[in-house]
């Protein structure tokens, strides 16, 4: 039987995955709903359960992974969703065309504290092998950042924000909540190629391997060494936030590699944080890195692996990259 070929708009991108893409906006609109919210509903602080990641779980975190996967699994346009607080893939219909991969609610620490949380999501295609209903595994997620056909975030602050990509660059679009719905607010966005502004966790210096422990004591000596200029540091413990403003203002961003844990050396997870963020900052003229290899070239190798991030703004990525090359 000859499959039809998907429908598409008049800038080329699939009428389903705009309609995929408008599901996963209505489940944030009611997690930003839940966050604002949240006080006044109980659902601060934290369960008694921890997640795949050995992460204890908030309350808050289980809510928006319960309505991320309730509605794209009904959504007719999924055929399995990947979560960071799902041990396995959940499969959904089986006429679905894209799987979908997601952190619910990044930057749950700062939930207690009303600071920035946000969604993270990538979209990959179904197997071509996979498309007459034989049933989805973990492998099919394990594809590279490359193959992505969207990605982005919506972050909860003091606007709804989404960043989005369909592989012909970044824009942003904010929740008017007085009629509930998205509007693009910015488009073709470009994150500067020079920056003086870094993020970093650096209460971990101690466990970074020894060339992110020489860039950043350069960085930080300021004016008067190498560098021969001043740094800000920005941290909000939350990648969306992070990301935001370095596709706002640019800015360099990394989550090193730790060296006194051989087990467990890395935090963030490779196909729902570093993949489509990777994916949005690329699409911005910025470079991603491991420090090794660009991120979106990376072969998986499992459902929750996790990578070191570098990325950010062009130039400064590539000045971090020569003290791992060294």
């Given amino acids: 039987m000859k499959r039809l070929a998907p429908e ?6 699939e009428l389903d995955l705009i309609s995929l893409i408008r599901t996963i906006l209505a489940a944030c609109k009611d997690i930003s709903f839940r966050v604002g919210q949240a006080d006044l509903s109980g659902v601060l ?3 008694l359960n921890e997640n795949i990641q050995g992460e204890t779980q908030k309350k808050l975190d289980i809510l928006s992974n319960q309505l991320l996967k309730d509605m794209l699994l009904e959504s007719g346009f999924v055929r399995a969703i990947a979560s960071e607080e799902e ?3 959940v499969e959904g219909e089986h006429g679905g065309r894209f799987l979908v991969a997601f952190d619910p609610l990044d930057g749950s620490s700062n939930i207690d504290v009303n600071s920035l949380t946000g969604t993270i999501f990538s979209i990959l295609p179904v197997p071509e092998d996979k498309l007459d209903g034989t049933p989805i595994t973990e492998q099919d997620f394990l594809q590279p950042g490359r193959n992505q056909v969207a990605a982005g975030y919506v972050m909860y602050g003091p606007s709804t924000i989404l960043a989005l990509t369909t592989g012909k660059g970044v824009d942003f679009y904010t929740l008017d909540k007085t009629h509930g719905s998205f509007l693009k607010t910015r488009d073709n966005i470009a994150i500067p190629e020079e920056t003086k502004e870094f993020a970093i966790n650096s209460s971990n210096q101690h466990k970074w391997d020894i060339p992110m422990q020489r860039y950043i004591r350069d960085i930080l ?3 008067a060494g190498i560098r021969g200029k001043n740094f800000n540091m920005r941290w909000i413990a939350c990648m969306v936030g992070d990301v935001h403003r370095i596709l ?3 800015g360099i961003f990394t989550y090193p590699a730790h060296t ?3 087990e467990k050396p890395n935090k963030l997870r490779l196909l729902y944080e570093a993949n489509p963020m990777g994916m949005l900052v690329e699409q911005a003229g ?3 890195s491991t420090g090794e290899q660009n991120i979106l070239d990376l072969q998986p190798t499992e459902l929750h692996e996790r990578v070191p991030v570098i990325l950010g703004s062009k130039q400064e990525v590539k000045i971090c990259l020569d003290y791992h090359n060294q």
């Fill in 248 to 250: 706002c203002r640019g």
């Fill in 87 to 89: 041990d396995y893939i």
């Fill in 8 to 13: 598409l708009r008049k800038d080329g991108v």
């Fill in 286 to 288: 910025g470079l991603v």
């Fill in 45 to 47: 602080g934290s369960t």
């Fill in 221 to 223: 000596d300021g004016k």
């Fill in 260 to 262: 006194d844990n051989p």
